[in-house]
Nanobody, 125 residues
Framework: EVQLVESGGELVQPGGSLRLTCTASGVDFDLYAMGWFRQAPGKEREGVTSISSDGLIYYSDSVKGRFTISSDSAKNTVYLQMNNLKPEDTAVYYC???????????????????WGQGTQVTVAA
């Protein structure tokens, strides 16, 4: 049984930082890369970043240089360090096992189609 639990989101001022945590029970990190998605009000859910068991890392252009993904396979846990936050980062953030769809450009998708409750990040003064 796959269970995804995200935590760490809160209200933060522009320029501030947050660290999100995702515990992925029932997911083999040797078989699946893990990724973070986000969904802002009125917008579709989008892939933000991912990390694979062999250390390959992806960041979307909107967060590259500001966010850092990391993982602890022994704890089945993925982290997202978010720095220099902007109002446009406001969204519900989700963690899930992922693959990249072979589109142009490649699209990050939730391979098991299971979602957690997400954690709300609000960036505002």
């Amino acid at each position: 049984e796959v269970q995804l639990v995200e935590s760490g989101g809160e209200l933060v001022q522009p320029g501030g930082s947050l660290r999100l945590t995702c515990t992925a029970s029932g997911v083999d990190f040797d078989l699946y890369a893990m990724g973070w998605f986000r969904q802002a009000p009125g917008k579709e859910r989008e892939g933000v970043t991912s990390i694979s068991s062999d250390g390959l890392i992806y960041y979307s252009d909107s967060v590259k240089g500001r966010f850092t993904i990391s993982s602890d396979s022994a704890k089945n846990t993925v982290y997202l360090q978010m720095n220099n936050l902007k109002p446009e980062d406001t969204a519900v953030y989700y963690c899930a096992p992922i693959v990249f769809l072979q589109t142009v450009p490649p699209k990050m998708i939730n391979v098991l189609h299971v979602w957690g409750q997400g954690t709300q990040v609000t960036v505002a003064a």
